[in-house]
């Protein structure tokens, strides 16, 4: 005769293999759909680039000393590529500039937000999702149009007299990281307002009560507490700043590459398919260490705060 406990555990496994049967099929998918293109990337990135494009089905690891290093043409030997190092720095500053200046104009943003009466933040945060509604190529274009040689700024200063000739903003690293901040700025202010929708400004209110000052009161009160926040929206906007591909495209002419310019190069007019693909995992392995980061301190902070 079996027992209370071993029939309720015979229950509990027979339903844990009813789960795995119900989600294997969406498992499956997500297997094939996601798994499975970044397997014949990482294979690719292993075998030799083929004379026009494709790989030749032979062992090689070329493709990944060429991310860092390039072979000189006559003596074959190693040197670091300054080029690709150039792009990946230029990637990763960008992408932590427009991550910072996102931060600078999301936070105000979000408290404004948080701080309406509940009749009117939605309407604000409206106003917020409203460029989600335009292609991202047509919001490129439109800031190329304001920050080009004839453009709406240019224009103004010259018709203000503060400037004689145009300023030169258009195809330079500042463009690139002006269109990012403008695509990427509601990624920021959104996870930024669900946290302090949740603050109790009744702590604000004690904080002023105890003569603390402003920065005193967003350092120690406010700061901290949507931390989770910050961090969220953060690696919303470092992600796909990092791998953004039409505003270095539109906004830095060709001239100044990111990461996602150089292995659309080496799939294209390059036809260096391993290195395309060695690059490609490159970039995912970032965006690993950058969410690995995020969920060690969210995990820390939801431990600290019980």
Not at 84 to 99: G, P
Not at 217 to 230: A, E, H, Q, T
Not at 281 to 290: F, G, K, L, Y
Request: charged content about 15%; proline content about 5%; glycine content about 6%.
């Amino acid at each position: 005769m079996a027992t209370a406990a071993e029939v309720e555990k015979l229950n509990e496994s027979r339903d844990v293999r009813k789960r795995w049967l119900l989600s294997a099929p969406a498992l499956t998918i997500i297997f094939l759909a996601a798994s499975g293109p970044l397997l014949i990337v990482l294979i690719y990135s292993f075998l030799t680039p083929g004379p026009y494009g494709d790989v030749v089905w032979k062992f090689s690891t070329e493709g990944w000393v060429s991310v860092l290093l390039e072979r000189d043409i006559f003596d074959d030997t190693l040197a670091f590529a300054s080029a690709h190092l150039t792009i990946f720095w230029r990637s990763l500053k960008l992408a932590l500039m427009a991550t910072v200046a996102t931060l600078i104009f999301g936070f105000p943003t979000a408290y404004f937000i948080a701080t309406r009466s509940e009749r009117t933040r939605d309407i604000w945060l409206f106003l917020i999702t409203i460029p989600f509604w335009t292609n991202l190529l047509i919001r490129t274009f439109a800031v190329l149009q304001v920050i080009r040689n004839e453009g709406i700024v240019n224009t103004a200063l010259i018709n203000l007299g503060i400037i004689d000739q145009p300023i030169q903003m258009l195809y330079t690293d500042f463009a690139i990281m002006v269109g990012m901040v403008y695509v990427y700025l509601p990624l920021m202010v959104l996870p930024l307002y669900a946290s302090m929708e949740k603050l109790d400004f009744r702590l604000v209110e004690a904080g002023y009560d105890l003569y603390a000052t402003r920065w005193q009161v967003l350092r120690r009160i406010i700061f901290p507490m949507v931390k989770p926040g910050v961090i969220a929206g953060s690696i919303l906007v470092f992600i796909p700043a990092i791998g953004a591909y039409v505003t270095p495209s539109v906004l830095g002419g060709g001239k100044n590459m990111m990461f996602a310019n150089l292995i659309e190069l080496q799939f294209g007019q390059g036809r260096n398919w391993p290195l395309g693909a060695a690059l490609s995992i490159t970039v995912m392995a970032i965006v690993m260490v950058a969410l690995l980061v995020y969920v060690r301190n969210t995990s820390g902070s939801d431990a600290r705060h019980g």
